[in-house]
């Protein structure tokens, strides 16, 4: 992923991140999903300063955190768009999604 996609997935994910913080208000467990968020976040935002290998083994983390999160809030309206996002993500791309 270069450096470019990798912000561009960034910028994404941290609209998706938003949208599953607050999807979280009305779970059971929301400060695990808080947890999980804060992590994903921090790792992505890792990654879009970092490359190579090091690159890949954040995103491949935080992608797991994002999911955990996503799996926690469980609503449509979040999947949809984060899926698309990580989907960008995991092909190098750093594109709109709709979120």
Do not use: W, Y
């Not at 599953?20 to 467990?29: G, H, I, K, M, R």
């Not at 890949?56 to 999160?69: M, T």
């Not at 449509?76 to 709709?98: I, W, Y």
């Amino acid at each position: 992923m270069t450096e470019v996609a990798c912000r561009g997935a960034v910028e994404n994910l941290n609209s998706i991140i938003t949208l599953v913080d607050e999807a979280a208000e009305a779970a059971e467990d929301r400060s695990v999903s808080t947890s999980r968020l804060a992590l994903a976040k921090s790792g992505f935002q890792t990654a879009a300063n970092t490359d190579g290998e090091l690159r890949d083994l954040v995103l491949e983390d935080s992608v797991v955190h994002l999911r955990a999160a996503i799996e926690i809030v469980q609503t449509n309206e979040v999947l949809v768009p984060a899926r698309n996002a990580l989907q960008l993500c995991s092909n190098g791309q750093g594109g709109e999604t709709d979120v």
